[in-house]
């Protein structure tokens, strides 16, 4: 292979459009998927991408499979399958912390395999929430090694997550542009990367049962959990969990005034739901009027209700005659989500949301970095890793979570499930496996014969199909593919594989150079996330093998499975899910996460050595 390729203006324009990319993804002042919007459309308009092939993407083997993956995940969920296995875990480890946490993690992992990581991560918070809540195991203690396993046991299949998924498009597209004599590059096949999965899922059980789960012993939350509702919101957040109905008597100054202007009042408790003439409401919207006779909701300690009932000329009462049914446990109550990144909610303030009005849900009190936020939280423009207090009837929760704004920690009873389709759902699910295995149907195909067959036999609805693909993660995807192929046919890969091959020592071992490949990969994936650094990385990769003499496909693999080594930063979806409910700081990522990062490049590059 020729090392002193010219750098043409093609090359340079691809060149700046990654740069463009990393410091955009880096500063976050841009959402991502605008910024690869923006990256799709400047490849098409400087040429870089001929017009006919720029919303290829869209249609590609990888979104598709993306898709089906995450509708075949809600058809899993729909049944109760992951309910049954809480149950199955419970029973097996017997409350002994130690089968638990090897239990749970090891399930999460083998879960990962056949849905993506985030989708597995936000089936598990609630069940591992009532987990913990059933044998006093904290949620620290739980949530970051069954998090870990579930980014290993994403290296199980093709399709266990997103860098896998384009792998086999990138390896295609390659192809185009290989030098002659170069043998092509097969796409690989679903279980692949199998034996590599199985020795880093079980490097993660082995490391957080000798040391990593030592590192979590320094929690101060043990036995307190979502499902403990009153006694966990009155010492985590201060929040009492007695109701108590204020009727507003005519001497009121409440008399005219808005909900949300009550609230403002010194002193005021929570006021949570209202009832004005034959209209009750829980969560009822900040501009709602209070009259003469209407009734108050209330939450709070005893003797606050009752000097704001005092202060206000209210009449108090502590028995629920209004209110009884809107506040019954089976039917509304307390929770914790966390807000995910990539929810619409970020940047956003509570009051800007209208969660009363547009959700009926009100917010309590919002945890941040361990800091929580009672006054004024309606202001406070919410981040990525929040953890929102919410109350609200659970069918409206409910209806909000489908759309993967937020995705609640409390284990709450769910909308419509149709145990019923338990059996249905895993047949459909075993012959999509089966038919996945077979060389000579396209994994996409296969996946979205499951699709249709839950859909046909009733396990899933259109619209709940629809709810389950989070748009954000496939516009992402679809808009960045095309610049991995200009980074190839441009020959942008390749001048900066040449140039790096020539600064390098003479008879250098492979397995170094991969190694340094695997390091570089898990850099790029802490800045522009782990879609980015595939995309970018892969055709870097396999001109980089072809200059040294190594096989294009191993050293591929390697830039794929390292894409997703993040235990550490937020930059990971499913570990910046489990930051908030766990009440992880920076420190403890990097310090658990940290020596596991370096396990798993370790394992990558010696077992794709060993296959390869």
Known sequence: MDTALTLTTDMALVLGLVVLTMVLFLFERVRADVVALVVLVLLGLTGLVAPEDIFNGFSSDAVMNVIATMILGMGLDRTGALNRLASWLLRRSNGVEQRLLLLSSAIAGLNSSIMQNTSVTALYLPIVSRLSARTGVSLSRLLMPVSASIIMGGGLTMVGNSPLILLNDLLVAANANLPSGVGTLEPLRMFAPMPIGLALLAAALAYFH???NRQLRDDTDKGVTPARTQSY?????????EVFELVVSADSPLVGMALGEAEALHGAPLLLALKTGNE???APPGDARIWVGSVIGAMGSRQQVADFAQNQFLRMSTRLREFGDLFNPSRAGISEAVVPPTSKFI????????????YGISLLAINRDKDVLRENARNVPLRAGDMLVLHSIWQDLAQTAANRDFVVVTDYPKGEQRPHKFKIAM???AVTMLIALSSRIPTSIALMAGVAGMLVSGVLKMDEAYAA????TVFLMACLIPLGWAMDSSGAAAWVAGHSIERLPEGLPVWLIQLALALLTTLFSLVISHVGATIVMVPLAINLALAVGGNPTAFALIVALSASNNFMTASNPSISMITGPAGYTARDM???GGPLSLVYTTIVVLMVNLMF
């Open 469 to 472: 693909i989070n748009w954000k």
């Open 210 to 212: 000798f040391f990593g």
């Open 280 to 282: 009750s409401r829980l």
């Open 590 to 592: 990097w310090r658990v």
């Open 233 to 241: 919101f009155a010492k985590s957040y201060g929040i009492e969990g």
């Open 427 to 429: 047949v459909i699910f």
């Open 347 to 358: 940047g956003k303030t509570p009051a800007d949301l209208h969660l009363r009005k547009s």
